[in-house]
């Protein structure tokens, strides 16, 4: 942090998973708190959660609301977004929200701080964070979009347990030590893997991979980009992994894709086959970055290439890029 004015900072969903991790990531970027708001459920308020070694209740959202934060970070779900997200702004809080509920308003803007903070100014008082798979799919693409201009996308995800809650971590360690418990998803989890993340839609595409799609677009600024997905839930704690193959509007260089992604800040290139290395959830997890690797060229496919991208889904792809985007507000004077 650059600005060290403390903000009194507001956590809608500090229990979750998203949650607890926002106030991880604040405590270790020493983000300038000078009072914290936390807010659960009804269930929880009167609980205590520990922030920079000190006890907080959790209090009701409402009482939050009284307490006119300047920051207020939403991980609760677009319903609560939707309903609670323009009272904070009325009580002069900037919004911060994880959930789907704004991304595609078209007076909300879809932000990614090293792509795209640029554009946020004064007036931007309800800002989206993309969906986790987003996120870590454009700030890998943002690069060779500006440089050989994408013509078609096309990913399928591995995306870890972690992105479903709390319950869904619950099933998987359950089922792998052999304890019936509560069931997260339709099927067991363990020694298997579910072609089905979010709900279906009518076109058969589920609201997962629509997200990926429509939000792609709309950050890079460019809906002539052609991209298809197919999202998959698999038993991994450490976070999303993300197969891509990328048609490109001009000829590309495979040395120049890799300077270009090593220089890309946020971005690490882990691609060395012959030892072995490439990019996997074990060694992403707990990390801020998003990892790259088994670049090469689609042989089928002229101007095409096929690559790896590995994040921690509830760092960069959630609480870290939210914090981040709280750090660009403060450090240009945007609030």
Same mark, same amino acid.
């Given at each position: +942090?650059?600005?060290?004015? =403390? =903000?009194? #900072? ?7 998973? %998203?949650?607890?991790?926002?106030? =991880? ?19 929880? #308020? ?35 977004? *939707?309903? !609670? ?16 509920? !704004? ?15 640029? /554009? *946020?100014?004064?007036?931007? =008082?309800? /800002? ?12 890998? *693409? ?26 869904? #971590? ?12 509560? &069931? ?25 991979? &629509? ?8 950050? *890079?600024?460019?809906?002539? /980009? ?17 197969? %891509? @193959? ?5 000829? $590309? ?24 290395? $490439?990019?996997?959830?074990? $060694? ?5 970055? #998003? ?15 096929? +690559? !790896? /991208? ?21 450090? @240009?004077?945007?609030?």
């Amino acid at each position: +942090m650059l600005n060290n004015n =403390k =903000k009194k #900072v507001a956590i809608i969903g500090a229990s979750g998973l %998203v949650g607890r991790t926002i106030l =991880k990531i604040l405590e270790e970027r020493n983000f300038p708190v000078s009072e914290l708001l936390p807010i659960a459920s009804q269930k929880s #308020v009167g609980k205590e959660i520990t922030f920079n070694g000190v006890s907080h209740k959790i209090i009701s959202i409402e009482d939050a609301l009284a307490g006119k934060p300047d920051i207020a970070f939403f991980s609760a779900g677009s319903a609560v977004s *939707l309903e !609670w997200a323009p009272f904070f702004v009325e009580a002069g809080a900037i919004v911060i929200d994880s959930s789907s509920a !704004w991304r595609l308003d078209p007076s909300k803007k879809i932000i990614i701080p090293e792509v795209n903070g640029s /554009i *946020l100014t004064k007036e931007d =008082k309800i /800002i989206a964070k993309p969906n986790c798979s987003t996120t870590q799919l454009v700030l890998a *693409l943002y690069p060779l979009h500006k440089e050989f201009g994408i013509k078609r996308i096309v990913v399928s995800t591995y995306q870890s347990v972690t992105g479903t809650g709390k319950g869904a #971590v619950d099933q998987l360690m359950n089922e792998r030590r052999g304890v019936e418990g509560e &069931m997260a998803y339709a099927y067991p989890i363990d020694l298997n893997l579910i072609p089905q993340v979010d709900i279906f839609l009518p076109n058969g595409y589920t609201k997962e991979e &629509m997200k990926m799609e429509n939000e792609t677009r709309k950050i *890079l600024g460019d809906e002539s /980009i052609c991209i298809t997905t197919t999202a998959v839930r698999i038993p991994v704690i450490g976070g999303h992994s993300e197969s %891509v @193959n990328v048609e490109f509007k001009e000829e $590309y260089d495979l040395e120049k894709v890799r300077s270009l992604l090593s220089e890309m800040p946020g971005v690490v290139v882990v691609d060395d086959v012959q030892n072995l290395k $490439y990019p996997m959830p074990i $060694y992403a997890e707990g990390k801020d970055e #998003v990892f790259v690797g088994r670049l090469r060229r689609d042989e089928s496919n002229p101007k095409t290439l096929n +690559m !790896w /991208i590995v994040a921690d889904n509830l760092r960069k792809g959630a609480a870290t890029n939210a914090v981040q985007i709280a750090e660009y507000l403060c450090n @240009n004077n945007l609030i």
